[in-house]
């Protein structure tokens, strides 16, 4: 097989100043957590170490709370006209320093800089632009004449899209006149500080973003503030059943969007050329660190054999590697855990009889890494088709009618998204009615837009973001 050369192409990470620690971002400003305990954040790429943040307490997440009270009435009762001014001015702040955010996310978090600066900063930008629209239409949008804000908004956010999930939780909050508390993850808290000098920058009166990093108890903590009106949750299952048993019975709102196992489901009339890219954008974008990941490859029977043998090409030509290559496909795995966590559910794999073949990439030295992947011989039964592994590890299974590939498909505590590849219109209606999936694309996959809401049903959590039906998330009808 003939492969490209590529000449490294590395991005600069000169248009970037990391501070050597930062605090926390509570009523307009930074400050230092009451703690005194900081964490740090390394590039999973190189383990090296990028910078140190505070660990928010209990009485700094208090101290953020009473922050975000303190802004709401006056927040709360602008025109919305002019609240949309704000949001716009974030937006075109983040569009203005697009490059500097690109290169923050790819060395905090790992992934490809050409993902980062063509799909994290983008959307999230969008998003806000959206948003800013929404403000003062609110009574437009279909929930009453003068629909109401909840109030202060506690958002914990995950760290494989963490701009991104950032835009999605304060976006809305924001336009429908709601304060915001939000916590980022662990591994990755820098874009989210840099976003508070973003707030700083526009304007945004003091209290409205807070912003209180830390670790998993830092988050708990957000979620448990008797002054938190709404808890918007992005994370794994077990923790969004955690936060629901722990807010069940307060006056508390709660919407989770939680994880996912997509089935991608390739009929014999689908453009194959087309369908063996989706396959690869649905499982590899991202190294797989996505809950709405087209994890399970479901092929009809009949073209299996081809689709197979023309996607394990494909993959042989992605370049994984140095995610500050614009040339990367592939980045490094976010941590140490999570590259752990790939290895042993794909492991299972191998102990019950899935057949397992890897790219044979060379990979760098230091770093989190994980060869991209694809399991054949797989059963329903198997881990490694049940369990989300959120890595580049794809599990293959095949289907003879639609019914059965339905059946397949909804065989899942998991119901996020899912993606339909025929030439048949009908055929794809029919999938998308009977698909349980918040999103079902069609011909396509891993596709974003902050019109379309996107949410789950059972394991995947409940309630929605983007869109109008995002909105609902935010307000109180009246
Ligand atoms: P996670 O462990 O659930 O963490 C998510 C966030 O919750 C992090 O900020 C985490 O802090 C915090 N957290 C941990 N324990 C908490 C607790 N007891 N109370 C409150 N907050 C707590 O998930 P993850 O490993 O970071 O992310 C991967 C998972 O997220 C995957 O399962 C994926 O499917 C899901 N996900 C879903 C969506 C969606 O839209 N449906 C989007 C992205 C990701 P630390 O980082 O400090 O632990
Ligand atoms: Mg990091």
Partial sequence: MTHFEYAP???SRSV?????????????????PLSDSYLSSVNPATEEVLAHFAVGSDADVDAAVRAARRALPKWSKLPGSERGKYLFRIARILQERAREFAVLETLDNGKPIKESRDVDVPLAAAHFFYHAGWAD???YAGYG?????IGVAGQVIPWNFPLLMLAWKVAPALACGNTVVLKPAETTPLTALLFAEVCQQAGLPKGVVNIVTGAGATGAAVVAHAGVDKVAFTGSTAVGKSIAAAIAGTHKRL??????????IIFDDAPV??????????IFFNQGHVCCAGSRLLLQESIAEEVISRLQHRMSTLR??????????????NSLAQLQRIT???SSGDAEGARRWSVDCALPERGYWYRPTLFLDVTESHRIAREEIFGPVLAVQTFRTPTEAIEKANNSPYGLSAGVWSDKGSRIHLMAENLKAGVVWANSFNKFDPTSPFGGYKESGYGREGGVAGLASYLVQE
């Fill in 255 to 264: 919407t989770l969007e939680l994880g996912g196992k997509g089935a991608n």
């Fill in 16 to 32: 970037v100043e990391l501070k050597e620690s930062y605090g926390l971002f509570i009523d307009g400003e930074f400050v230092d």
């Fill in 145 to 149: 004449k003068n629909p109401k804000p």
């Fill in 344 to 346: 042993d559910i794909a």
């Fill in 137 to 139: 239409k609110l009574e």
């Fill in 9 to 11: 192409a590395p991005e």
């Fill in 273 to 282: 050329d087309q369908a063996i890219e989706g396959i690869i954008n649905g």
């Fill in 320 to 333: 994984v590697g140095d995610p500050m290559d614009k040339n990367t496909d592939v980045g490094a795995i």
